[in-house]
């Protein structure tokens, strides 16, 4: 086990690529070890990207990049605007709906972040934000998208814990709406102080005929997630097969509704696609070793004995686990953390009687932070450099939407009937 972690702290602060690092990391111990054999990390990286249920990660990933250049995106931009246009702050107000709406679209909180901060960052700056108040709202809303279907993480998550797909995507809802009421609330109430975008005068609140204009146009992308779920519960498609459908989906909603997606579009979306599928498959599939690693050292009856050491309170395990989640994301990807860390604390949280579908919704969104959080965080650093700001400055500003975030994970720990309700009603207690 000290070849195992020495290796990978070593790497991971040489900034080596996550996936070299945990991939060398685990072929390391099979060399220290005389028991494993040598061939075993070979069949595994194999073995992991020879996974059926995976084809639901890469088909995803394209159908949200065909979404952003088929006009769903700037349909939903002027829904956005629409709705927040009364509100104090209104142009963050946009950030935090258009991470609500863009949930079921890109299933990427670091995408999320970046395509706002370069929609809106310009504008936000204009009218006399602060940088690092813009890097903040843009980024920390992002991570709606960790829990509104279909999230990225909660795919992984559900296949690497064989947990279901469909339910997972219905608890998901509630939560992110529930994030996107404490967001909105934390950002007007920073907006207030700092004295940022007050509503212009003479300007009314929507109308019902403006809202149901906006809506006619940004319908199909409303859709989606909704098709998704219902298509799963009814046994339309299963969940890697629904992957396919919304590639699918986006390209006729591109092509035949808006009329948007041109071969040149089509090009550029399947190239963006090959550079991110490339990046989270080799993750994938150099997970292999590493995970047969841990296994094999027992690290997951070690941690489970500290743990339960401490306290046996399903809530107060919960908070311990996802503090040490919360930790982990500061410095680990987090494709890496649901696919290391789900063996690990799934079989914990389950042994207390926990929902595995409430805890895939908690591990979502608190490993999805660490991308917002430094000191390695990808999504604060890809915000901060589009704009030209200080980390810094950034996360001084990030406080009180993590706060407000941390908050409402805190009332979902507690409350696990508002995660599961809606499962509960589609899917059957």
């Known amino acids: 086990m000290t070849v195992l972690l020495i290796c990978f702290v070593l790497f991971l602060v040489m900034g080596m690529p996550i996936a070299f690092v945990i991939g060398i990391a685990g072929i390391a111990y099979f060399f220290s070890n005389p028991l494993l054999p040598l061939g075993i990390p070979t069949q595994l990286i194999v073995a992991q990207s020879q996974s059926f249920a995976f084809l639901a990660v890469p088909f995803f990933i394209f159908a949200g990049n065909l979404m952003n250049v088929s006009g769903i995106t700037r349909n939903l931009l002027s829904l956005a605007r629409l709705v927040t246009r009364k509100m104090y702050g209104g142009t963050a107000q946009i950030s935090v709906v258009m991470s609500t709406l863009m949930g079921g679209v890109s299933g990427s909180a670091t995408a999320d972040a970046a395509m706002e901060t370069r929609i809106l960052g310009p504008e936000m700056i204009r009218i006399g934000y602060s940088k690092g108040y813009i ?39 509630i939560p992110g709406i529930l994030m996107m009421i404490f967001l909105m609330a934390t950002t007007s109430i920073t907006s207030r102080i700092k004295k940022y975008d007050p509503p212009k005068p003479g300007v009314k609140s929507p109308t019902l005929q403006e809202l149901g204009e906006n809506l006619k146009e940004s319908i199909w992308a409303l859709l989606f997630p909704i098709i998704l779920i219902v298509g799963i519960r009814f046994g339309v498609f299963t969940a890697s097969e629904s992957g396919a459908f919304a590639v699918v989906y986006a390209i006729i909603i591109g092509k035949f509704v808006y009329k948007e997606l041109t071969w040149e579009n089509f090009k550029a979306a399947l190239i963006t696609t090959l550079k991110d599928n490339g990046a989270i498959m080799l993750i994938i599939a150099m997970s292999g070793p590493f995970s047969y690693a841990l296994t094999w050292v027992k690290l997951p009856a070690v941690l489970s004995s500290l743990i339960f050491g401490i306290t046996d309170n399903p809530q107060l395990l919960t908070l311990i686990m996802l503090g040490f989640l919360f930790i982990s994301g500061m410095f680990v990807d987090s494709n890496v953390n649901f696919l290391l860390l789900t063996p690990i604390f799934l079989p914990m949280v389950t042994s207390v009687g926990m929902d595995p579908v409430h805890f895939g919704v908690l591990m979502a969104t608190i490993v999805t932070l660490g991308v917002m959080t430094p000191p390695i965080g990808s999504a604060l650093y890809t915000v901060c450099g589009i704009i030209d700001a200080r980390p810094e400055e950034y996360t001084i500003e990030a406080m009180p939407f993590l706060l407000a975030v941390l908050l409402e994970l805190t009332i979902l720990t507690f409350l696990p009937q508002v995660v599961l309700f809606i499962p509960n009603l589609i899917f059957g207690a």
Do not use: D, K, Q
């Open 135 to 173: 890097c903040a709202v843009n980024c920390i809303t992002a991570l709606i998208t960790a829990t509104i279907p279909p999230s990225l993480g909660l795919i992984i998550y559900g296949f690497v814990g064989e947990v279901s797909i469909g339910r997972l995507f219905a608890a998901g809802i």
